[in-house]
């Protein structure tokens, strides 16, 4: 019955490939997010989409391609991967404005 | 642009000390605010929040903080600290009418027998 969850947790990958995250909620909520967590731990947030449409693109760049087959999945591709790619990223999901933000269990990419 | 500002990067306590983490934010409109703890290799729990009414939030294990307006602040405090509270802990805004959150950098909440 997790709220939020992420796939794959833990992802290992060369220099070049693509890759996807995929995010689940089952809240009910219509608003989803992808955070970028890098390693001093900063948290930013990278996109937003509303009943499946996007709302918020934080300056990301255009390897980065997010995709929302229904309110309750938001998936994140990313192509041509580059070291720098190396983070954890966090879904989120809520409902409505200024209401709380529930965070997936983050997905380790590491990059080599 | 909103901004926030954790002063410390690292606070260590002795269990059962009180401890009390800054926080401070930087906007021209309304805000909401929230503090979310992250425990190692976990993702983000939310402690408490702001968005209107009372200064003076309670959150879950013991947790409060206090909205301070004329000094753009929203510090976390709590009476008695536990070994199991050491993690990472953010504070975040967001502007009324927008879905946003802006973290600050994280404070580390070590706690030591």
């Known amino acids: 019955d997790t709220a939020v969850s992420q796939t794959p947790k833990y992802l290992v990958t060369q220099m070049g490939n693509d890759k996807s995250i995929k995010c689940e909620q089952n809240?009910?909520?219509?608003?989803m997010y992808w955070y970028k967590q890098d390693s001093k731990k900063f948290l930013k947030i990278m996109f937003s989409?509303?009943?499946?449409?996007?709302?918020i693109n934080e300056t990301v760049p255009n390897r980065f391609s997010p995709k929302s087959p229904d309110k309750a999945h938001l998936n994140l591709h990313i192509n041509s991967l580059e070291l720098g790619d190396s983070a954890v990223y966090f879904c989120?999901?809520?409902?409505?404005?200024?209401?709380?933000?529930?965070f997936g269990p983050g997905t380790r990419l590491l990059v080599l | 642009a909103q901004s926030v500002t954790q002063l410390d990067s690292q606070v260590p306590v002795f269990e059962e000390a009180p401890v009390e983490l800054r926080c401070n934010y930087s906007s021209s409109v309304s805000v909401y605010l929230f503090w979310y703890v992250q425990y190692p290799n976990q993702g983000l729990q939310l402690l408490l929040k702001?968005?209107?009414?009372?200064?003076l939030v309670k959150g879950i294990n013991g947790f409060e903080a206090e909205f301070n307006k004329s000094q753009t602040s929203f510090h976390l405090r709590k009476p008695s600290v536990h070994i199991s509270d050491t993690a990472e802990y953010f504070c975040?805004?967001?502007?009324?009418?927008?879905?946003?959150?802006?973290f600050g950098t994280g404070t580390r909440l070590l706690v030591s027998p």
């Open positions: 989120a999901s809520s409902q409505g404005t200024g209401e709380t933000q529930y």
């Open positions: 975040a805004v967001t502007v009324t009418g927008f879905q946003k959150l802006v």
């Open positions: 989409y509303n009943n499946k449409e996007l709302i």
């Open positions: 702001y968005l209107s009414g009372s200064t």
């Open positions: 809240l009910g909520h219509d608003t």
